[in-house]
């Protein structure tokens, strides 16, 4: 394992998983200022769940595995608050939190997924888990379905990263895929949470509700 070394933290209530895009309004002065200061250095910082307590203000409980992110676009809208897209490059660890000045800080490792190869037959059948549970929920309120011609392109693992991110499921559920280490186990727990957001959806449409995640 490498050293640990010192990153910039945006603490939030979402998961972000690695080659995924995350646009941000940026208006808290102390995450101002983090931007100034990624801006200055090599443009990252580190996305981490907010498990419980309040997403602004401070005070909040932070959970050790997150992603690394680079900030792509960055367009300033007044009175320092900015409006940015960064994409998650890798996963980190959280080594140990450091004091919030004036932002979060913590030392981190990267935090690489299993190196092994992925059967497309699994990687398929999680697709269609996803896209399915997707159709139902676009049935049931006004979500999006999934596209037809989806290009899960070459790159195995890439591409099942990019099917965590397009699963209609809860941020604690995403937290769920985001700490697993094996590939296969990943696209396996994947699968069983969006055949189970699709029978639930199944239920809600003969019931006439809504579908809530969790």
Do not use: N
Not at 30 to 40: H, N
Not at 156 to 179: N, V
């Amino acid at each position: 394992m490498h050293e640990p070394t010192e990153l910039p933290m945006f603490p939030l209530s979402t998961v972000v998983f690695p080659f995924a895009q995350l646009p941000l309004h940026v208006f808290e002065l102390r995450y101002q200022q983090l931007v100034v200061d990624v801006m200055e250095g090599d443009r990252t910082f580190g996305i981490v769940l907010i498990d419980r307590g309040p997403e602004v203000g401070g005070g909040e409980h932070r959970v050790d595995i997150g992603t690394r992110v680079e900030v792509e676009h960055l367009a300033p809208i007044g009175e320092g608050r900015s409006l940015l897209v960064a994409r998650a490059t890798e996963r980190i660890k959280v080594v140990q939190w450091l004091d919030d000045a004036p932002y979060p800080r913590a030392l981190v490792v990267d935090h690489p997924q299993h190196d092994v190869a992925l059967d497309e037959a699994q990687l398929h059948g999680a697709l269609s888990a996803v896209r399915r549970s997707r159709a139902l929920l676009s049935e049931v309120h006004d979500a999006p379905a999934l596209c037809g011609g989806l290009d899960l392109g070459d790159d195995h693992l890439d591409a099942a990263w990019m099917l965590c991110a397009l699963a209609p499921i809860g941020m604690f559920d995403a937290q769920s895929l985001l700490e697993i280490d094996d590939p296969r186990g990943r696209l396996e727990l994947l699968t069983v949470l969006s055949d189970a957001v699709a029978e639930t959806a199944l239920q809600l449409l003969a019931s006439g509700q809504e579908p809530t995640l969790s």
